[in-house]
């Protein structure tokens, strides 16, 4: 019996451990020129490829001015946690973006299953 709560416990660590790697942390809200941008959701998915995922990051950009905001552009970037080392990276381009409106986006980021990554989102001034 004592084997078996043993091995119940390795389990558990291990699987514990499987559903920590690979995590992300999202930087606060940007903003740039009186447009915000806010990331919402980060949700990691495997793929095919073995190794590989990739992550769904959905931002939200709001132009709380009085006026329209034109040719906004923002970044969605994967950085290694160690070194700070971009993985990949997604442009956002907004044409124009009407006086308190408010619209989403989501980009698709790729990297390593195992290593940790922050999520760097901004808006190019």
């Known amino acids: ?47 095919t490829t073995e190794g590989e995922c990739y992550w769904d990051v959905q931002v939200e950009i709001k132009n709380p001015l009085d006026s329209r905001a034109t040719d906004v552009q923002a970044w969605v970037k994967l950085l290694e946690k160690g070194d700070g080392s971009v993985k990949d990276k997604a442009a956002i381009n907004v044409d124009s973006i009407g006086a308190g409106e408010t619209k989403l986006f989501t980009k698709k980021l790729y990297g390593d299953c195992g290593t940790e990554y922050d999520i760097n989102a901004y808006i190019d001034s």
């Open 1 to 47: 019996m004592m084997k078996l709560k043993l091995i119940c416990s390795v389990i558990l660590l291990l699987a514990a451990a499987l559903l920590i790697s690979g995590c992300t942390t999202s930087a606060p809200a940007a903003s740039a020129g009186g447009v915000s941008l806010t990331v919402l959701e980060i949700t990691k998915h495997y793929t």
